[in-house]
C-alpha cells in the first residue's frame, strides 16, 4: 500500500470516526446503554449511506467509537473530573466538532452501573495498533512507555518496545 493511499484511508476513518461522534451529539435521547447501541448501529448506518466504506471499515468504525464511548463513560462514573481529565490533554488541542461532540454525548449519558460494569468486564476494550483513536495519551501495556495522541489518528506499534496493546492514561 503506497504512502497517499495509507493518508487517503486514515483521512476517510477519520473523517469517518468524526461524523458519527457528530450524529450521536445530535441525538435527542438521554444516552442509556440501550440509547447508544441505538443511535450508534444509526450514525454508522448513515455512514455506510454517505461514503463509500467497507463492511469491515464500518464495523472497525463503530468498534473504535464503542470503545472510546464506553472508557469515557467508566472514567466519568467512577467520579472522574471530566472529559479532558479522560482525554489526559487540554480540550483545546481538539477541534471544535470532536470536543463539542465529546460534552455533548458526555453530558446526556445516564451511567447505568450494574449493567455498564458488567459489561466492561465481559468486554474490557484495550486499544490496539491500526486502530483510530481520539487525541490524548496512551500507555504501552507491556512496558508503560507513555505516547500522546494530538489528534484523532491511527494507533502506531509502541514506540519503545514495538509491543501493538495500550490503555489511556488519565490526569
Known amino acids: ?51 463509500e ?26 467520579g472522574g473530573e471530566g472529559v479532558a481529565a479522560w482525554l489526559g490533554i487540554d480540550l483545546s488541542a481538539l477541534s471544535r466538532k470532536v470536543s463539542e461532540s465529546l460534552l455533548s454525548i458526555a453530558d446526556r449519558s445516564v451511567v447505568e452501573r450494574e449493567r455498564f460494569e458488567e459489561d466492561l468486564e ?23 512507555a507513555e505516547v500522546e495522541l494530538p489528534e484523532l489518528t491511527r494507533i502506531e506499534p509502541c514506540h519503545r518496545c514495538g509491543h501493538r496493546y495500550f490503555r489511556r492514561v488519565s490526569q
Open 1 to 51: 500500500m503506497s504512502e497517499s493511499h495509507k493518508e487517503h484511508e486514515e483521512h476517510r476513518l477519520r473523517e469517518g470516526y468524526e461524523r458519527v461522534l457528530d450524529r450521536l451529539r445530535e441525538g435527542a435521547n438521554e444516552l442509556t446503554w440501550d440509547n447508544l447501541q441505538k443511535e450508534l448501529d444509526e450514525a454508522v448506518e448513515f455512514e455506510s449511506e454517505l461514503e
Open 53 to 78: 466504506f467497507t463492511k469491515d471499515e464500518l464495523a472497525l468504525l463503530r468498534a473504535w467509537v464503542e470503545r472510546d464511548l464506553k472508557d469515557m463513560r467508566r472514567y466519568l462514573s467512577a
Open 122 to 144: 465481559a468486554a474490557r476494550a484495550d486499544y490496539t495498533e491500526g486502530e483510530m483513536a481520539v487525541p490524548g495519551r496512551l500507555a504501552c501495556v507491556h512496558c508503560d
